[in-house]
């Protein structure tokens, strides 16, 4: 158990629908990376949030979106759901600098 | 533009042999090496990193991996596999922020 909890596990929806992804991270970490994982694509790095603001943007459409909260927590929306967006969701925590970062379960989304 | 090469898509090996698999990076600053480990079903752990210091650097299970500079590679090794090793291992440098290589399939034979 890596200490980051992320929910919903799986998520059935349709297409053109809007979904919130949930990641808590490890106590004490102040970053939050999202991925999504497919099998076509490997494993892409979405954006990455250190203490409320957002750090880095990696291959994210516009119609997805992220913020982190007060309390460290973040969540990723995505909406004008695609049968392509289907993949497995992760997000990771980490300390903020060039370090370790700590992968969720992550949420296994069906687009249908 | 940073880049992560992973030789090997798919790797089947007996229980008992060495393995090594390729990555290969591209970027023009200090970058950190990681490998990641996926077991089936299961969520990425952290494998080995290197920030600095000695280039050979051990990890958990057996693994290390080798920094050589010149070559701009960081590949992965384990004298002796066993067939809980099978997995899907990512390389991931990271320089101005991380990336992660397509990832090797490693099928352990019984």
């Known amino acids: 158990d890596s200490g980051v909890t992320q929910t919903p596990k799986h998520l059935i929806t349709a297409t053109g629908q809007r979904v919130t992804l949930r990641c808590s991270p490890r106590?004490?970490?102040?970053?939050v990376y999202w991925y999504q994982q497919s099998l076509d694509q490997g494993l892409q790095f979405l954006i990455h949030?250190?203490?409320?603001?957002?750090?880095a943007k990696g291959n994210i459409l516009e119609r997805f979106s992220a913020q982190q909260f007060p309390d460290l927590h973040s969540e990723l929306n995505l909406s004008s759901l695609e049968l392509g967006d289907s993949a497995l969701y992760f997000c990771?925590?980490?300390?903020?600098?060039?370090?370790?970062?700590?992968f969720g379960p992550g949420t296994r989304l069906l687009v249908l | 533009a940073q880049s992560v090469s992973q030789h090997n898509h798919h790797v089947i090996l007996s229980e008992a042999a060495s393995l090594e698999l390729g990555c290969n990076y591209s970027?023009?600053?200090?970058?950190?090496l990681f490998w990641y480990v996926q077991y089936p079903g299961q969520h990425l752990q952290l494998l080995l990193k290197?920030?600095?210091?000695?280039?050979l650097v051990k990890g958990i299970k057996g693994f290390e991996a080798e920094f050589i500079k010149s070559k701009f590679s960081f590949n992965l090794r384990k004298p002796s596999v066993q067939w809980s090793d099978t997995a899907e291992y990512f390389c991931?440098?990271?320089?101005?922020?991380?990336?992660f290589g397509k990832g090797t399939r490693l099928h352990i034979l019984p």
């Open positions: 991931a440098p990271r320089g101005d922020k991380i990336i």
């Open positions: 990771a925590s980490g300390g903020g600098g060039q370090e370790t970062q700590y």
């Open positions: 949030y250190y203490n409320g603001e957002e750090r």
């Open positions: 290197y920030f600095s210091g000695d280039p």
């Open positions: 106590s004490g970490d102040l970053s």
């Open positions: 970027y023009g600053g200090t970058v950190n």
